[in-house]
């Protein structure tokens, strides 16, 4: 059985060597997903087309120093996918409007991929239907509209200390329900 | 690795560097999985890979092209000076032969990835139905000795004792997952395929275990508890 984890790291270790067909393949596999986050935090699909391209350049060139004992490869390329996202949005200095992020927005679903792995799939939905609605809101704006938490609390109109616990608050949920799942 | 790609590793976002990150840590990266994993994956665009590869390929390509540049240019210039001339009938066919070869090649991968693409609905399917009702209980597969955790998925159970296990990839070619439950009655099977979502019936059932069959050689994957 060949677990997509164990792949990864490997297919991480043959990238560290120079291994083009390694890249192809993370590209294969978590390319939709990075696009798709992407597309969720800019609300254009040129642009999140760029922060994929960009975001797997950057892994070829930095692989050499990852470890993949310390993080998952697809941990990496979220967070990597998503900071680029936040540059551009600061160069913007303005955030998508509600309609575009509408249009773009996929409701949190079982979803099947190129890779039919379905149990992280499982799990995000499982981990986020414990939150209420008011702070998977908050988490969602913090991390795909990149909103830190002053920009929260002003926008939301409730005090700097109880956004930052509400969002605290709820991670600690999702990890709970995460982790009770494991 | 500079700041941005330390940060990535470490599942952080652009606020680290503020101390304003709700998205670091141990429970940030876990979010992090969590809240894209939940997003429906995008098409890869057309060409995306080949502009990739083109890209990385310029990179690599650079300190050994200007070392090779004259040498190079000149061994082509010799083979191509060197080369039989070819008639145009055998060009003709050998176009028309890797014409029909491609045709060939696209309509079984047309085909293919039709078939797969109604697997992965039916599948959808099911695990929409699963995940929309309230009262379904996840429980995850504990490894059996010697077997890493990173291979194991869940159980699903829901009261009325249906029950589906889901792995993250079907099972290796040539072997088989096996279902038995342990109960009152004793061992019982209660399902077996390749495809890495089974399911079956837990009534009186107290511990499921997850075996790889292949031939006579019969491995336990996992096991799990439902009270």
């Known amino acids: 059985m060949a677990d997509t984890a164990v792949r990864d790291v490997e297919l991480t270790r043959s990238l560290a060597r120079g291994d083009e067909a390694a890249l192809r393949q993370l590209y294969e596999r978590h390319g939709g997903l990075v696009l798709a986050l992407a597309t969720r935090m800019l609300g254009s699909r040129e642009e999140a087309e760029e922060v994929l391209h960009d975001t797997f350049y950057r892994l070829w060139q930095n692989a050499h120093r990852f470890d993949p004992e310390r993080a998952a490869v697809r941990t990496y390329l979220y967070a990597l996918a998503r900071n680029l996202c936040l540059s551009r949005l600061r160069a913007r200095r303005s955030r998508p409007v509600a309609a575009d992020l509408d249009e773009h927005h996929v409701a949190y679903q079982v979803a099947m991929s190129a890779d039919p792995d379905p149990v992280p799939a499982l799990m995000a939905a499982r981990a986020l239907s414990v939150l209420d609605d008011g702070d998977r809101l908050l988490v969602e704006e913090a991390f795909f509209g990149g909103w830190s938490y002053s920009e929260l609390a002003a926008r939301h109109g409730l005090p700097l200390g109880t956004v930052k616990s509400r969002i605290k608050r709820a991670l600690e949920k999702m990890r709970g329900a995460l982790e009770a799942g494991r | ?227």
């Open chain 2, 1 to 227: 690795m500079n700041e941005e790609g330390r940060a990535a590793g470490r599942g952080e976002g652009p606020e680290a560097a503020n101390g304003n990150a709700p998205f670091e840590g141990r429970e940030g990266a876990l979010a992090t999985d969590a809240l894209v994993a939940g997003l429906q994956p995008s098409e890869l665009p057309a060409g995306g890979w080949e502009r990739l590869s083109a890209a990385v390929g310029a990179r690599r390509a650079e300190p050994v092209r200007r070392e090779a540049g004259r040498a190079g240019t000149a061994a082509a210039d010799r083979r191509a000076a060197s080369r039989p001339g070819r008639s145009r009938p055998y060009v003709y066919a050998a176009i028309a032969t890797l014409a029909l070869a491609a045709l060939a090649v696209v309509g079984t991968w047309g085909y293919l990835r039709g078939a797969e693409a109604a697997r992965l609905r039916d599948d959808q399917r099911i695990l929409a139905y699963w995940m929309s009702n309230p009262e379904m209980r996840l429980t995850a597969l504990e490894p059996a000795a010697g077997v890493p955790t990173a291979r194991l998925g869940v159980l699903c159970v829901l009261p009325d004792g249906r029950a589906l296990v889901l792995q993250p990839s079907p099972a290796e070619r040539g072997s088989t997952y096996v279902v038995v439950g342990w109960g009152a009655g004793g061992l019982r099977e209660l399902a077996r395929g390749r495809e890495n979502m089974l399911q079956f019936d837990v009534t009186d059932v107290e511990v499921v275990e997850l075996r790889a069959e292949r031939g006579d050689d019969v491995q336990t994957l996992a096991l799990a508890r439902l009270n």
